[in-house]
Antibody, heavy 120, light 107 residues
Framework: QVQLQESGPGLVKPSETLSLSCTVS????????WTWIRQPPGAGLEWIGC???????NYNPSLKSRVTISVDMSKNQFSLTLNSVTAADTAVYYC??????????????WGQGTLVTVSS | DIQMTQSPSSLSASVGDRVTITCRAS??????LNWYQQRPGKAPKLLIY???TFQIGVPSRFSGSGFGTDFTLTISSLQPEDSATYYC?????????FGQGTKVQIK
């Protein structure tokens, strides 16, 4: 069973860059789309974007100007960078795998989440 | 973006009660609708995809229905472990969007 684990700094200063990685174990990155989703404290879920193992990406337009998602097949990892962060970017960041069955997409494998706080 | 609206935002019910949560999409999404359960401090857990298909291992008291813009998640007999927040999500088109959540509490 595939497992995902987020890693990265838990504190980022305003205007700086948030960088997180997600390591995939128990399965290959090949063949799937990999996703970042975030959840501000006490709030709902926001889809940030996804990357195919081939490298093609799809971002939420609300974040597109600040987001980059990349994949490293050799490390079985994918990463998120978010530029020019503000307090509004404080959230638990989840990585997840987009699964596919007979034309339907869903997210059945998630990391445990990592809290990133934006503060000076 | 497709807006997903859940109701109610929260509810309190007794063990054994039948509970229904609704989710409405701002445009038709066929059956590209998933339901997740999230307990405090945990990642969301997939319950149902394609509006009505169970994920393996999900108790049979959970069921989903709907097509187009209106969907429901039903818990046929509420159990103490069902205390959680439930989210709907559309995967008809990106950006995939979630409802605001429904918090279910046990009386």
């Amino acid at each position: 069973q595939v497992q995902l684990q987020e890693s990265g700094p838990g504190l980022v200063k305003p205007s700086e860059t948030l960088s997180l990685s997600c390591t995939v174990s128990g399965g290959s990155i090949s063949g799937f789309y990999w996703t970042w989703i975030r959840q501000p404290p006490g709030a709902g879920l926001e889809w940030i974007g996804c990357i195919h193992y081939s490298g093609s990406t799809n971002y939420n337009p609300s974040l597109k100007s600040r987001v980059t998602i990349s994949v490293d097949m050799s490390k079985n990892q994918f990463s998120l960078t978010l530029n020019s962060v503000t307090a509004a970017d404080t959230a638990v960041y989840y990585c997840a795998r987009r699964d596919y069955n007979s034309g339907w997409f869903y997210f059945n494998s998630w990391g445990q989440g990592t809290l990133v706080t934006v503060s000076s | 973006d497709i807006q997903m609206t859940q109701s109610p935002s929260s509810l309190s019910a007794s063990v054994g009660d039948r509970v229904t949560i609704t989710c409405r999409a701002s445009q038709t999404i066929s059956t590209y609708l998933n339901w997740y359960q999230q307990r405090p401090g945990k990642a969301p857990k997939l319950l149902i995809y394609a509006a009505a298909t169970f994920q393996i291992g999900v108790p049979s008291r959970f069921s989903g229905s709907g097509f187009g813009t209106d969907f429901t998640l039903t818990i046929s007999s509420l159990q103490p472990e069902d205390s959680a927040t439930y989210y709907c999500q559309q995967t008809y088109t990106t950006p995939y969007t979630f409802g605001q959540g429904t918090k279910v509490q046990i009386k």
